[in-house]
């Protein structure tokens, strides 16, 4: 509140104030507004590699026939993969999961 009474375009309900923040830019073309946008993106999505780079990925529900190398030729089309493991018994038939 302000010092005349007024809440200084907030309005309070419940006892806590309702702030809205309004964003304010210069006026951008609509290319230069994508190019931003795709730039940001790009950004994002290289921080999200490092972050999980050499996370392991539990794989659940895998057929029996499932090998690594077939689990590891699966995961390719999603990028590098550091490794791929079907668990197995003593046996050496498979459990049902793996990693990836």
């Given at each position: 509140?302000?010092?005349?009474?007024?809440?200084?375009?907030?309005?309070?309900?419940?006892?806590?104030?309702?702030?809205?923040?309004?964003?304010?830019?210069?006026?951008?073309?609509?290319?230069?507004?994508?190019?931003?946008?795709?730039?940001?993106?790009?950004?994002?999505?290289?921080?999200?590699?490092?972050?999980?780079?050499?996370?392991?990925?539990?794989?659940?529900?895998l057929d029996?026939?499932?090998?690594?190398?077939?689990?590891?030729?699966?995961?390719?089309?999603?990028?590098?993969?550091?490794?791929?493991?079907?668990?197995t018994d003593d046996q050496?038939?498979?459990?049902?999961?793996?990693?990836?």
């Amino acid at each position: 509140e302000n010092a005349d009474g007024s809440t200084g375009g907030r309005k309070k309900k419940g006892g806590r104030d309702n702030i809205k923040r309004l964003y304010v830019g210069r006026a951008q073309k609509k290319a230069e507004r994508q190019s931003e946008l795709k730039r940001k993106y790009e950004l994002l999505k290289q921080e999200r590699l490092q972050r999980y780079q050499g996370v392991n990925l539990y794989v659940k529900n895998l057929d029996d026939g499932l090998d690594d190398e077939k689990l590891r030729t699966e995961f390719e089309k999603f990028g590098a993969i550091t490794s791929a493991k079907v668990m197995t018994d003593d046996q050496n038939r498979s459990k049902g999961f793996g990693f990836v």
